[in-house]
């Protein structure tokens, strides 16, 4: 998967939890994670550090939210391996 396809969904599941969440608040964790996430993807090269910490963070808490957001966990976790591989392979570059 290209970045571009990454930066997509991350936009996509900001949405969704957006709505999802409407009126919880910016302090409410999965919504305060969705929106770090997709910001990480606005950016070039994709920040590999902040990526790593917003997945630690996600998981810490993943059980204490509904299934949704722990699904989300999963999807960032796989997404930032599959990165972490290709910014290996490239010498260090995410684009």
């Not at 966990?73 to 976790?77: A, G, K, L, S, T």
């Not at 290709?86 to 392979?89: A, G, R, S, V, Y």
């Given at each position: 998967m290209t970045t571009r396809i990454y930066r997509e969904d991350a936009i996509?599941?900001?949405?969704?939890?957006e709505?999802?969440?409407e009126g919880a608040g910016d302090e409410f964790l999965p919504l305060s994670i969705a929106r770090r996430w997709a910001r990480?993807?606005?950016n070039e090269p994709i920040d590999?550090?902040?990526l790593a910490r917003?997945?630690?963070e996600a998981e810490k808490e993943q059980n204490r939210y509904?299934?949704?957001f722990y699904a989300f966990?999963?999807?960032?976790?796989r997404i930032y391996h599959d990165l972490w591989e290709?910014?290996?392979?490239k010498g260090h570059s995410t684009e």
């Open positions: 996509k599941n900001l949405e969704l939890f709505k999802r969440f990480v993807f606005q590999m550090d902040e917003i997945v630690r509904e299934i949704a966990c999963n999807d960032m976790r290709d910014f290996l392979k």
